[in-house]
């Protein structure tokens, strides 16, 4: 019996131990790492179905060549399974389970309504709190032109901090330019302040026409008792609303309709999921959302992975969500959009719905319609950008006079503050493009003083010698963020390794080429994709640099306020941060929950939370 039957065999005979209740179910590789997480109405059941013994489902032989492990959380039922596998699955982020490309990184509209004053900002994370989130959006160009344009009528705050009343004593630029009422300098009345932001939640939600509506009525109000300052300010703010909703078409007949309209386009492994969102019988937004496929899934699947993971990021479900084909998992996903809606639990409503109307099939239509020119279009983009860079590959290759197209560059920077917390770094780009997986970050032991050509020296006697010099693919090009010292510096070393690579040094102020022989120093066309790559890559050295020094000067002034605490040690100290993800969290712990860490007992818990709780330590 091979390896790979023994393994299966084991996992076989783990998986007959398994409940016949609702859960989840996590596979992991040899290494313990989570690979692909799924739920199920009955763990049992849907387990024994990995271990057929001639799988004809992609999925199924891709987990049985890569799984060592697997465990199970139960659940009350499929719906919490549902809820459950969503969450792990943007924890833990599985490489066998599909999802949106680059999810983590679209902004979302934040309004604190958790506050007594709210305000609106734009975010990267979404946090669990009460405050109304817009998005997620594709495009954040396009989400600061709206939020521009939504401010000119309802001129909320957008300050970074939590507004209290009377602590300013002088107003922002924002309310000079009548795009802020100010209320942190009392300017403004305060059912006033909360009516402008229930008018700028309203426009988000495409609400436009019941907005026009009360606009109206207030104006005419105003009129009546002959508030015509007042009149005049309402008018101008219905004129410009009224050119936004003048730009949208109207395309049901329908003007109560709300609901968003799901279109797909699939070409080799990438999918695009195209949302066309229907308010008030209008189509007031669009987003299109890449989603890389591991393995081949079909349509109704990736309906519903796109679904839960689209609508778990969501403050708003609509009435309905049409899509041309039935999701996997109706009932299961439909009941969870419910609760999502806050829907009666006793009177559940059909929220998935295929078109029954001819004018439905033409929104379904539509959405696939545009699905299509999208992918073309981002097909489009990336084959222009392969093009450049491609030719500035090619470009760097007669200008440096390297042998051979450097498909695979290293580039590396040292970063300190006065010799203190020393750290490099070095990030990979395969044909112009990071490879994060490849970024490496080192402490730089040999010194404990700025010295940035012994700190380079070190790392790049690291990279190229020992576990690291088998692991990793030799670059074609070393480029060092700095100039003629830090090459020279970099190239002795790679002579004492016996080490041939060619090496080059981009230096910030003029942007000039350094080389390690008596070449002079090169500047090129600042329009030049060649330059352009070689920016690109020390600019992230830089960033990847500064961020790991900033990382370790944190950790090292938490530790230091630990340390504080009598009867913490190392070793303790340790196991908290590793406990708690950080200072933030051990400080808002209680006493139960620091019990929870180990080693850590009651009398030791208590003395933490005694020491945060009494304002000991500010961050």
């Given amino acids: 019996m091979n390896i790979l039957n023994r393994n299966i065999q084991n996992l076989i005979i783990k998986a007959n131990s398994f409940p016949e209740k609702p859960g989840v179910y996590l596979f992991k590789d040899k290494e313990k ?8 109405k009955s763990l049992n059941a849907r387990i024994r179905t990995y271990f057929i013994k001639t799988p004809t489902e992609r999925k199924i032989k891709i987990i049985q060549e890569n799984a060592h492990d697997i465990e199970f959380i139960t659940t009350n039922s499929e719906t919490d399974a549902l809820i459950l596998e969503n969450e792990l699955i943007k924890i833990h982020k599985p490489k066998f389970n599909a999802r949106l490309k ?23 994370k979404r946090e669990e709190s009460n405050d109304i989130y817009f998005g997620p959006y594709t495009d954040v160009k396009t989400l600061r032109e709206a939020l521009n344009k939504a401010l000119t009528i309802f001129p909320i705050a957008r300050c970074k901090r939590e507004i209290v009343k009377g602590k300013k004593e002088q107003s922002c630029l924002y309310f000079q330019l009548d795009r802020c009422v100010a209320p942190c300098v009392d300017k403004n009345d305060f059912e006033d302040y909360q009516k402008t932001v229930k008018h700028f939640i309203k426009l988000f939600e495409g609400k436009q026409h019941d907005l026009t509506m009360e606009l109206r009525a207030e104006m005419d109000k105003a009129s009546a008792v002959l508030e015509f300052e007042k009149a005049a300010i309402i008018r101008d703010k219905l004129s410009v609303l009224e050119k936004i909703i003048y730009k949208q078409t109207i395309v049901s007949e329908d003007l109560t309709s709300e609901y968003d309209i799901i279109g797909m386009e699939k070409e080799d492994s990438i999918t695009l999921l195209q949302l066309l969102m229907l308010r008030q019988g209008r189509i007031v937004e669009q987003k299109h959302f890449l989603m890389d496929l591991p393995y081949e899934l079909d349509e109704s699947e990736i309906l519903t992975i796109f679904i839960k993971q689209y609508y778990s990021q969501s403050n708003f479900i609509p009435k309905k969500i049409l899509t041309k084909i039935k999701v996997k998992d109706y009932e299961v996903v439909n009941n969870w959009l419910n609760i999502r809606a806050r829907n009666n639990l006793d009177t559940m409503v059909n929220i998935l719905q295929q078109p029954k109307s001819r004018e439905e099939e033409n929104f379904i239509e539509l959405s696939y319609s545009n699905a299509k020119s999208n992918m073309h279009s981002k097909i489009k983009i990336e084959e222009i950008k392969k093009q450049k860079i491609l030719k500035g590959l090619k470009d760097l290759k007669e200008i440096i006079e390297l042998d051979n197209i450097p498909t695979r560059i290293e580039g590396y920077d040292i970063s300190t503050l006065q010799g203190s917390n020393t750290v490099g770094s070095c990030v990979v780009f395969e044909k112009g493009k990071a490879k994060k997986t490849d970024y490496r970050k080192f402490i730089i032991k040999s010194i404990d003083k700025q010295d940035d050509f012994t700190s380079l020296r070190e790392i790049i006697k690291r990279r190229f010698s020992g576990s690291l010099a088998i692991k990793e693919h030799k670059p074609d090009l070393i480029l060092i963020d700095g100039g003629k010292g830090q090459v020279n510096s970099v190239s002795a070393e790679l002579k004492n390794l016996r080490i041939d690579i060619p090496i080059i040094g981009l230096a910030k102020e003029f942007e000039e080429i350094h080389f390690p022989d008596k070449r002079t120093p090169l500047i090129l066309d600042e329009r030049s994709e060649a330059l352009k790559i070689l920016q690109n890559i020390r600019d992230e050295a830089h ?30 100290i340790e196991q908290l941060l590793a406990y708690f993800d950080n200072i933030t969290a051990i400080k808002k712990a209680s006493i139960d929950d620091l019990c929870k860490v180990p080693g850590i007992n009651r009398q030791l818990a208590e003395k933490i939370y005694g020491f945060y709780k009494n304002e000991l330590f500010y961050e």
């Fill in 102 to 124: 680059d999810d983590k990184t679209y902004p979302y509209l934040k309004i604190t309504s958790s506050e007594k004053y709210p305000r609106v900002e734009i975010v990267r």
């Fill in 543 to 572: 960033r990847f640099a500064i961020s790991f020094h900033q990382q370790r000067r944190t950790k090292n002034m938490i530790k230091s306020s630990l340390e504080e605490i009598q009867g913490l040690g190392k070793k303790r």
């Fill in 33 to 40: 790492k989570i690979i692909y997480i799924g739920k199920a």
